[in-house]
């Protein structure tokens, strides 16, 4: 049993050391303005099959293919790299700034405007997964401290702090439904300056049932080889090229 644990921290040891140097290799390749070599290696990090950077680390290097992208002056496609890099560290500040810089050079409205939607949507979405859950946890936990409070002590007073422990708990649960809701479906960003069309049959002569704009985020449905099913807000579903949506799920 120890020799199979040595064994197995010395191959964790040797994948941490190959991501390291793979990682440098393309910070290497990045500074020297080898755009090309800097986005082969990040990516291949980022689907190498049991050593693929994870939480933090892995925001970093969606972060630094935002940077690849907006060097190469793909800056739709660097739009899409940081807001899938903002779902897994939300509250990064230069991965922020990136963002509505690249937003602005695309000729897009910001993705913070100020206003209260905005605000309150920032707000709740600035709790990673794991924090959400635990805020949600925490807040479950005061509601059975109310419940269990007014079972032993009663009365109007005990009975008011339930309810309001339950609106809390309510408050504190926001964050954790809409990760949720957002990790639960594949949603792809349209990367194309002129938007793209759906069509009601993944081929070129087909219908155009819809125009998406640049930047418009859908659902994932289905793919073929070159086409990919997507659901609109409204419900419509339809084909658009692979090649004008980014997936954010990286």
Request: proline share 3%.
């Amino acid at each position: 049993m120890l020799t199979r644990i040595l064994l197995a921290g010395i191959a964790l040891t040797a994948v941490s050391a190959q991501v390291q140097a793979d990682d440098a290799a393309a910070i290497a390749a990045y500074r020297r303005g080898d755009m090309a070599t800097a986005r082969t290696e990040w990516t291949a990090l980022l689907d190498a099959d049991g050593r693929a950077p994870q939480g933090a680390e892995r925001a970093r290097i969606l972060y630094d293919l935002g940077n690849v992208s907006f060097r190469e002056g793909r800056t739709l496609e660097a739009v899409a790299w940081y807001t899938a890099s903002l779902r897994l560290r939300p509250r990064d500040a230069d991965t922020w700034a990136n963002l509505e810089e690249a937003r602005s050079r695309s000729k897009l409205e910001p993705a913070y405007r100020g206003d209260l939607s905005s605000t309150l949507k920032r707000v709740v979405r600035s709790l990673t997964g794991a924090e959400a859950g635990w805020l949600a946890l925490s807040g479950l936990l005061l509601l059975a401290a109310a419940l269990a409070f007014e079972a032993v002590r009663g009365g109007r007073y005990a009975r008011w702090t339930a309810v309001l422990a339950a609106l809390t708990a309510c408050v504190m649960c926001i964050p954790w439904l809409d990760h949720s809701v957002r990790d639960g479906s594949q949603t792809l960003m349209v990367i194309q300056p002129d938007g793209a069309s759906v069509r009601s049959e993944p081929r070129a002569s087909a219908a155009v049932t819809s125009e998406l704009s640049a930047a418009a985020v859908v659902e994932h449905v289905d793919e073929l080889p070159d086409w990919t099913k997507v659901r609109l807000e409204g419900g419509l579903e339809g084909w658009v090229q692979k090649r004008s949506v980014f997936p954010l799920a990286r």
